[in-house]
């Protein structure tokens, strides 16, 4: 009965072990509302994150709507905006993530989500948050049709460029930007305009490319906080793909946790 008992023991804290040792080191808030071009990917985007939180041992609230910004968002060591802009957010949540921002709270900005009303324009939308415009650090113009295009990393020290070769083949909308509020940021990946139409576009569109310095993927540090933005991100198939996930989790761990940025 003795030995039983040992060997129950045993077994018991054998069945702990990989709990422990999984022990969460950060808990994430991903915010993912479906919308008319962004929806498909919500279901694949959770289950690749389910992934890697087991393999990274981090945790995160998985949210389809804003009211969990009513909340305490200090519990959170970064909010990650998945495809679904800050535009979302009422009065209300907005003032709240703005303070959780100062407090020292990060952020995480994919694809979609870096598209917001401009601000600083004569006629600005109601719905204009200039605060976020600022947060991503560059304001959206237009796209031309997805291409395959290629990406040269410019930061290798960069988290988010780790596992990525130094000259990329991807397939995405590579978004213009402009920069109306003047933010310092550190890009992370540029494409290459030579390898892509920038004027491909719709009837009644202009898109003309913005020349050799196209960002697509950046960091900086925002109020008391670490915001990483990657315009990559369009298609659902992109979120079962290793080498964006890997480039997702680089800049989601940089921005949880400020580490991974080979400073030497």
């Known amino acids: 009965m003795k030995n039983a008992i040992l060997a129950l023991g045993a077994a018991a804290l054998l069945a702990a072990a990989p709990f422990t040792c999984a022990e969460?080191?950060?808990?994430?808030?991903?915010?993912?509302?479906?919308?008319?071009?962004?929806?498909?990917?919500?279901?694949?985007?959770?289950?690749?994150?389910?992934?890697?939180?087991?393999?990274?041992?981090?945790?995160?609230?998985?949210?389809?709507?804003?009211?969990?910004?009513?909340?305490?968002?200090?519990?959170?060591a970064a909010v990650v905006f998945l495809?679904?802009?800050?535009?979302?957010?009422?009065?209300?949540?907005?003032?709240?993530?703005?303070?959780?921002?100062?407090?020292?709270?990060?952020?995480?900005?994919?694809?979609?989500?870096?598209?917001t009303p401009p601000s600083a324009v004569p006629n600005p939308a109601p719905n204009a948050w200039p605060w976020y415009e600022r947060l991503v650090g560059r304001t959206f113009k237009i796209h031309p049709m997805l291409q395959t295009a290629a990406v040269d990393v410019v930061d290798r020290d960069f988290p988010a460029a780790c596992g990525?070769?130094?000259?990329?083949?991807?397939?995405?909308?590579?978004?213009?930007?402009?920069?109306?509020?003047?933010?310092?940021?550190?890009?992370?990946?540029?494409?290459?305009e030579s390898s892509y139409d920038p004027t491909k576009i719709w009837p009644g569109q202009v898109a003309t490319g913005m020349g050799k310095s196209h960002p697509v993927a950046w960091y900086h540090r925002y109020e008391g906080g670490r915001v990483f933005v990657t315009l990559l991100g369009h298609d659902v198939a992109m979120y079962k793909d290793p080498q964006y996930l890997s480039h997702l989790m680089g800049g989601i761990w940089w921005a949880a946790t400020g580490k991974g940025q080979r400073t030497d």
């Open 164 to 192: 990525l070769p130094p000259r990329w083949i991807w397939s995405d909308e590579w978004y213009e930007t402009t920069d109306p509020y003047k933010v310092a940021i550190r890009p992370v990946l540029n494409v290459d």
């Open 24 to 76: 969460s080191q950060y808990k994430l808030l991903v915010l993912a509302i479906p919308n008319k071009y962004h929806y498909e990917y919500i279901p694949v985007a959770r289950d690749s994150l389910e992934r890697l939180a087991k393999l990274h041992a981090f945790e995160f609230t998985y949210a389809n709507n804003t009211g969990v910004f009513d909340g305490d968002l200090r519990q959170y």
């Open 83 to 115: 495809n679904t802009p800050g535009e979302e957010l009422n009065p209300s949540q907005r003032a709240r993530f703005e303070a959780y921002m100062r407090g020292g709270g990060n952020a995480v900005v994919v694809h979609r989500a870096a598209i």
